[in-house]
């Protein structure tokens, strides 16, 4: 099945992000005089209603990383399709590198089932309701590449039906 291609979302000036740090990480450089370190910083953001986006910034120092990574977030964005209850439309699998995420619907009052980072994608998102499970690796970097991936792929029925030429009603009950 050939893979969608979506318009760009494009973001308006009046939108309200907010930011949230997933993981920091020192790294080590050993040079003549000893060792060199350096940070690298996963930041997620969203205005918690459909949008959101990722970033990695890399710097000298924790600040700069955390800024770097929050305007690559901001390049990121993307809009999820969600449902009333605040779950997704259907179960849809994110890769990315070795990390591996599958996530589901979930009726309401389930809430977000999901470890730390991708906990935090969701949250941003807007998603309340959802299962997911990691299949493979466990690092961070790779988790939140996977489960924007995942919210990358979902699709929104109306788009589906429209694309198809069906009414709405074919498209649950093919």
Do not use: C, W
Request: net charge positive.
């Amino acid at each position: 099945m050939p893979k969608i291609r979506r318009k760009p979302f494009v973001p308006a000036a009046g939108l309200d992000l907010q930011e949230q740090l997933v993981h920091v990480n020192r790294v080590s450089k050993v040079v003549k005089g000893g060792r060199r370190f350096s940070f690298n910083a996963i930041v997620v953001v969203g205005n918690r209603d459909g949008v959101v986006g990722h970033g990695l910034g890399k710097a000298n120092e924790v600040t700069d990383a955390i800024q770097k990574g929050l305007q690559e977030a901001k390049k990121n964005l993307i809009r999820v399709p969600r449902t009333k209850t605040g779950s997704i439309y259907h179960p849809v699998v994110g890769k990315a590198g070795a990390g591996k995420v599958l996530l589901r619907p979930a009726s309401e009052g389930t809430g977000v089932i999901a470890g730390g980072a991708v906990r935090n994608l969701m949250e941003m998102a807007g998603i309340h309701n959802v299962l997911s499970k990691s299949q493979g690796s466990s690092n961070p970097h790779n988790m939140v590449k996977a489960a924007y991936q995942a919210l990358k792929d979902l699709t929104d029925p109306i788009e589906v039906s429209q694309r198809r030429g069906v009414p709405l009603k074919k498209v649950f009950n093919g």
